[in-house]
């Protein structure tokens, strides 16, 4: 097998771009993610970076839920993008009754769709309630793997900014590396 048929394209072939499937960019191709993992602490912004997004109109985020949150707070559950030096380009209307059941989920930003320059981002998701929901992800579990090379503010998966309920920081705390390579797109 080679690696471009491993990695989804057939021989000769390109890999799966993200506007092969209608988005403007992804963190990772949805092929590389092995597992779910909970947003692991009520309140934290949870950050990944989406690289090299092209110019274009940003209307939505997409994730995908593989184990429903339990018992979320109504109007405490968000996710947001930001600009790569931090800064809040928009917020979703609450989540917490979408993230309430499994399933891929298109997360409309409020007052969107939105123009953005070229460069990276960065989608940052927080809940409050029991237990957050369980997002897709990459395999690694590791804060030294997943930012290997890497320092803040500019890390792959990092967390910042405590005690979030129902609106995201203008621009987000100092990063923290964190460990879940959780999978975003942006629509």
């Known amino acids: 097998m080679t690696a471009?048929?491993?990695?989804?394209?057939?021989?000769?072939?390109q890999p799966s771009q993200p506007s092969d499937r209608g988005y403007l960019a992804w963190t990772q191709p949805p092929y590389a993610v092995t597992a779910?993992?909970?947003?692991?602490?009520?309140?934290v912004l949870n950050l990944r970076r989406v690289r090299r997004v092209p110019a274009g109109s940003v209307s939505s985020i997409v994730a995908f839920v593989a184990v429903a949150g339990v018992t979320l707070t109504a109007g405490q559950?968000?996710?947001?993008?930001?600009?790569?030096?931090?800064?809040?380009?928009?917020?979703?209307a609450d989540q917490a009754s979408a993230w309430a059941s499994t399933g891929?989920?298109?997360?409309?930003?409020?007052?969107?769709?939105?123009?953005i320059a070229a460069g990276d981002y960065y989608v940052g998701?927080?809940?409050?309630?029991?237990?957050?929901?369980?997002?897709?992800?990459?395999?690694?579990?590791?804060?030294?793997?997943?930012?290997?090379?890497?320092?803040?503010?500019?890390?792959?998966?990092?967390?910042?900014?405590?005690?979030?309920?129902?609106?995201?920081?203008?621009?987000?705390?100092a990063q923290t590396p964190g460990v879940f390579e959780f999978w975003f797109a942006l629509a």
């Open 4 to 13: 471009r048929a491993f990695y989804g394209g057939a021989s000769g072939s």
């Open 36 to 43: 779910g993992s909970v947003i692991p602490t009520a309140g």
């Open 77 to 92: 559950c968000f996710a947001a993008l930001f600009t790569a030096s931090g800064t809040r380009v928009a917020q979703t």
């Open 125 to 173: 998701v927080w809940f409050n309630g029991a237990t957050g929901p369980s997002l897709i992800r990459s395999g690694s579990v590791s804060s030294v793997v997943t930012n290997a090379g890497l320092t803040a503010p500019s890390l792959e998966a990092a967390t910042a900014d405590t005690g979030l309920t129902t609106t995201a920081p203008a621009s987000f705390a």
């Open 104 to 115: 891929l989920k298109v997360m409309p930003l409020a007052g969107g769709p939105y123009p």
